[in-house]
Nanobody
């Protein structure tokens, strides 16, 4: 059974930084693409960043230059480093992957105060 567990969210002032982690189990992690999505209140869930098993990366335009995504295959973990945070980055951040169906973690809340 695939399980994704996010951590690292919290309350931060604008301009601050957070690092989110997503620990995966039940998959051969090093062969698996991973993604980070977020959902703000009243809005649809949107892609923030994704990383393939080979390390290719894709970012949403709104976070380019501020966020980085990385993976540690030895720890079965994907990270989202978020710098220069803005109030509009507030939302619940979800880790996901695909194994015949889309698998989501439970999410971690990020709140950026102005």
């Amino acid at each position: 059974q695939v399980q994704l567990v996010e951590s690292g969210g919290g309350l931060v002032q604008a301009g601050g930084s957070l690092r989110l982690s997503c620990a995966a189990s039940g998959i051969i992690f090093r062969f698996t693409a991973m993604g980070w999505y977020r959902q703000a209140p009243g809005k649809q869930r949107e892609l923030v960043a994704a990383i393939t098993s080979g390390g290719s990366i894709n970012f949403a335009d709104s976070v380019k230059g501020r966020f980085t995504i990385s993976r540690d295959n030895a720890k079965n973990t994907v990270y989202l480093q978020m710098n220069s945070l803005k109030p509009e980055d507030t939302g619940t951040y979800y880790c996901n992957t695909y194994r015949g169906e889309i698998i989501w973690g439970q999410g971690t809340q990020v709140t950026v105060s102005s």
